[in-house]
């Protein structure tokens, strides 16, 4: 089984990218766990909350049973999220950020227009938060590729990469 997470800063064509990697290979995404979580609490969290988005995410990938999994989110998401809005991280999200469930991290490049949504909280600090993404998996020694660019010169990118896990 191969496991694909794609990841990066609000706004940064993570959805998209999932949506059409699952159309190429004919699998379901796995959805980010947060927005749903969200949704149900009109967008109102606490800090705690945070382990259960990590649970929650968690579980959606294990409970995934496509040879390839694409994973909207992964581990390193809540471990920012936290670090940023709280100003430290739980020990359960440091252990899931720093156990090897994915054979590749895809970080996508806030390089691309912004797109209002309720349950988006910064706008303005994309590239501080993009750099926070790139310093955790370098940190984590995560094997990733970062994308950037248009859709398609993203797509070839991934494909490129996640064709070459497959030959392994």
């Given at each position: 089984m191969l496991k694909i997470a794609i990841t990066g800063?609000?706004?940064?064509?993570k959805t998209t990218l999932c949506e059409s990697l699952s159309t190429?290979?004919?699998?379901?995404?796995?959805?980010?766990?947060?927005r749903s979580f969200l949704e149900q609490r009109n967008g109102k969290y606490k800090?705690?909350?945070l382990d259960e988005?990590?649970?929650?995410?968690?579980?959606?990938?294990?409970t995934s049973s496509h040879s390839i999994q694409i994973c909207d989110s992964d581990f390193s998401v809540v471990e920012?999220?936290?670090s940023y809005k709280y100003g430290n991280v739980s020990n359960l999200i440091t252990d899931y950020v720093k156990k090897e469930v994915f054979d590749l991290h895809i970080?996508?490049?806030?390089?691309?227009?912004w797109e209002e949504d309720p349950l988006r909280e910064n706008p303005d600090n994309r590239d501080e938060l993009f750099e926070m993404y790139l310093a955790s998996l370098k940190n984590h020694n995560k094997h990733f590729i970062v994308v950037s660019g248009s859709h398609d010169t993203r797509m070839k990118k991934s494909l490129k990469n996640i064709d070459g896990l497959k030959k392994k």
């Open positions: 800063p609000e706004s940064s064509g190429h290979f004919k699998v379901d995404y796995i959805p980010e766990f947060a800090q705690a909350d988005i990590a649970k929650g995410q968690l579980n959606s990938i294990v920012i999220w936290s970080l996508c490049s806030p390089d691309i227009p």
